[in-house]
T-cell receptor, first 108, second 117 residues
Framework: GQNIDQPTEMTATEGAIVQINCTYQ??????LFWYQQHAGEAPTFLSYNVLDGLEEKGRFSSFLSRSKGYSYLLLKELQMKDSASYLC?????????FGKGTKLSVIP | GAVVSQHPSRVICKSGTSVKIECRSL??????MFWYRQFPKQSLMLMAT?????????EQGVEKDKFLINHASLTLSTLTVTSAHPEDSSFYIC?????????????FGPGTRLLVL
């Protein structure tokens, strides 16, 4: 089975940098995804890691260490619109299992 | 990125009626689509995997006779909630598996909010 842990809530200041961690235990691993979900909306794809290392995409970066079962999502130059839930999801086979999400609040 | 649509976006129905939700991949073919349910302040829970041309695979605890899934084409999957009850009220989200760019990912539809009275 899958077990995915991420912090429930985080607060950060506009313009700052925030790191959202995700740890997982899985019986099979075929990639890790990060999604952003605003309240009342469906998730939107942010990043995908299948190999160890850092993937950078604009203000967002995602890191993966398969040996440690660990990933993080790094958000730079935070904007108020970044206030949302961030979901870590692990794929085994072709199914995704989601963590409970981290609610990020960006304050002025 | 790829686009997935869902219809309707919101539905209110009486207890005992059936509701059909459509999920379409608009600019790619999806041999596999997924149906999730999300209760307030909770994460997405996979209900079933919908495969084009074959029977859906249901997760443990999901009644296949209550949640009917039909994946009739490479761009359309439907979820029918039969004999809906108030406890079925939830946010239903589909996703479609896209392999066209060599990087496999899932794109989500905008979701359907179901309220059963």
């Amino acid at each position: 089975g899958q077990n995915i842990d991420q912090p429930t809530e985080m607060t950060a200041t506009e313009g700052a940098i925030v790191q959202i961690n995700c740890t997982y235990q899985t019986s099979g691993f075929n990639g890790l995804f990060w999604y952003q979900q605003h309240a009342g909306e469906a998730p939107t794809f942010l990043s995908y890691n299948v190999l160890d290392g850092l993937e950078e995409k604009g203000r967002f970066s995602s890191f993966l260490s398969r040996s440690k079962g660990y990933s993080y999502l790094l958000l730079k130059e935070l904007q108020m619109k970044d206030s949302a839930s961030y979901l870590c999801a692990v794929r085994a086979g072709y199914q995704l299992t989601f963590g409970k999400g981290t609610k990020l609040s960006v304050i002025p | 990125g790829a686009v997935v649509s869902q219809h309707p976006s919101r539905v209110i129905c009486k207890s005992g009626t059936s509701v059909k939700i459509e999920c379409r991949s608009l600019d790619f073919q999806a041999t596999t689509m997924f149906w999730y349910r999300q209760f307030p302040k909770q994460s997405l829970m996979l209900m079933a995997t919908s495969n084009e041309g074959s029977k859906a695979t249901y997760e443990q605890g999901v009644e296949k006779d209550k949640f009917l899934i039909n994946h009739a084409s490479l761009t359309l999957s439907t979820l029918t909630v039969t004999s809906a009850h108030p406890e079925d009220s939830s946010f239903y989200i589909c996703s479609a598996r896209d392999r066209s760019l060599g990087v496999e990912t899932q794109y989500f539809g905008p979701g359907t909010r179901l309220l059963v009275l």
